[in-house]
C-alpha cells in the first residue's frame, strides 16, 4: 500500500519562505508523476503543480507561477515544493499526490500559514 508524508509547513511571514517534502513509500515513486495541491479552509481543494515522473516537465498554477518551484529526487523517493515570496492567500494545508494511470496516493497534508 503506497503511502505519502509530507512535511516542512509552519507559519511564516508574508515574503517569507518554505521548503515542503513529500516522501513516498509502498510504490515505485520513479512511475508516478507527482502533484502538489492545496486547501484553505472553507474552499475547494486546488491544484498548485506538477511534475513528470522523470523530473523533466513541470507545470504550476497561474497563481503561483514564479514563486514556487516543484522538484523531485526519484533517488530519495521525494518530491518538493520550494514556496518563495509567500503571501497571506497561500494559507492552506498543502497535499502530494502521486497518479500512474488509474492509480493515485494521497498524504495528509501540512498546514501553511503566512501571517504576520
Known amino acids: 500500500q503506497g503511502q505519502l508524508v509530507e512535511s516542512g509547513g509552519g507559519l511564516v511571514q508574508p515574503g517569507g519562505s518554505l521548503r515542503l517534502s513529500c516522501g513516498a513509500s509502498g510504490f515505485t515513486f520513479s512511475n508516478y508523476a507527482m502533484k502538489w495541491y492545496r486547501q484553505a479552509s472553507g474552499k475547494e481543494r486546488e491544484w498548485v503543480a506538477g511534475i513528470s515522473s522523470a523530473g523533466g516537465s513541470t507545470n504550476y498554477a497561474d497563481s503561483v507561477k514564479g514563486r514556487f518551484t516543484i522538484s523531485r529526487d526519484n533517488a530519495k523517493n521525494t518530491v518538493y515544493l520550494q514556496m518563495n515570496s509567500l503571501k497571506p492567500e497561500d494559507t492552506a494545508v498543502y497535499y502530494c499526490?502521486?497518479?500512474?494511470?488509474?492509480?493515485?496516493?494521497w498524504g495528509q497534508g501540512t498546514q501553511v500559514t503566512v501571517s504576520s
Open positions: 499526490n502521486a497518479v500512474a494511470g488509474r492509480l493515485s496516493y
